[in-house]
Antibody, heavy 113, light 107 residues
Framework: QVQLQQWGAGLLKPSETLSLTCAVS????????WSWIRQPPGKGLEWIGE???????NYNPSLKSRVTISVDTSKNQFSLKLSSVTAADTAVFYC???????WGQGTLVTVSS | EIVMTQSPATLSVSPGERATLSCRAS??????LAWYRQRPGQAPRLLIY???TRATGVPARFSGSGSGTEFTLTISSLQSEDFAVYYC?????????FGQGTKVEIK
């Protein structure tokens, strides 16, 4: 059974860097792209970006200047960093994989001074 | 960026009735279109991918159709767990984009 398990800090101050990690189990890590998606409270879904096992990335232009997605193939994990966060970055962040794989459980990240 | 527009924003339906949700893309996404259901406090659950293929374990009351720029999700007989928000998602072009959602509420 394929599972995506994610973790990371849930409370940040403005200007800090958000850091989340997602571990993939039960699926081949290679050959696919692995994504991050976010959802502000009460709002819709925004695709942040993706990475494959070789480290090739695609980012949403709206966030590209602040986003870094990296991969650790030895652990079947991929990570998200979002720099210089503000209150507008408060959201539930999800990790995701190929279209048929269930998303991670979500992590609420709150940015507040 | 491809803009996905869902209609209606809110759909009021009685249990057991049929619901039809629409999604329009600002340019062709071929059949690279998925539908998700999201209940409060939960992650979105995949219902349909490839515009018309039901995901594993999804009941037959859910069906998807369309290609190019016009897509439809039909729920043939609404159950209590179907009162939720539904999102369409194009994964044809970067950046991937989502519709703003259709809320299906109890009439």
């Amino acid at each position: 059974q394929v599972q995506l398990q994610q973790w990371g800090a849930g409370l940040l101050k403005p200007s800090e860097t958000l850091s989340l990690t997602c571990a993939v189990s039960g699926a081949s890590f290679s050959g696919y792209y692995w994504s991050w998606i976010r959802q502000p409270p009460g709002k819709g879904l925004e695709w942040i970006g993706e990475i494959n096992h070789s480290g090739n990335t695609n980012y949403n232009p709206s966030l590209k200047s602040r986003v870094t997605i990296s991969v650790d193939t030895s652990k079947n994990q991929f990570s998200l960093k979002l720099s210089s966060v503000t209150a507008a970055d408060t959201a539930v962040f999800y990790c995701a994989g190929p279209i048929t794989i269930p998303w991670g459980q979500g992590t609420l990240v709150t940015v507040s001074s | 960026e491809i803009v996905m527009t869902q209609s209606p924003a809110t759909l009021s339906v009685s249990p057991g009735e049929r619901a039809t949700l629409s999604c329009r893309a600002s340019q062709s996404v071929n059949s690279n279109l998925a539908w998700y259901r999201q209940r409060p406090g939960q992650a979105p659950r995949l219902l349909i991918y490839g515009a018309s293929t039901r995901a594993t374990g999804v009941p037959a009351r859910f069906s998807g159709s369309g290609s190019g720029t016009e897509f439809t999700l039909t729920i043939s007989s609404l159950q209590s767990e179907d009162f939720a928000v539904y999102y369409c998602h194009q994964y044809n072009s970067w950046p991937e984009t989502f519709g703003q959602g259709t809320k299906v509420e109890i009439k």
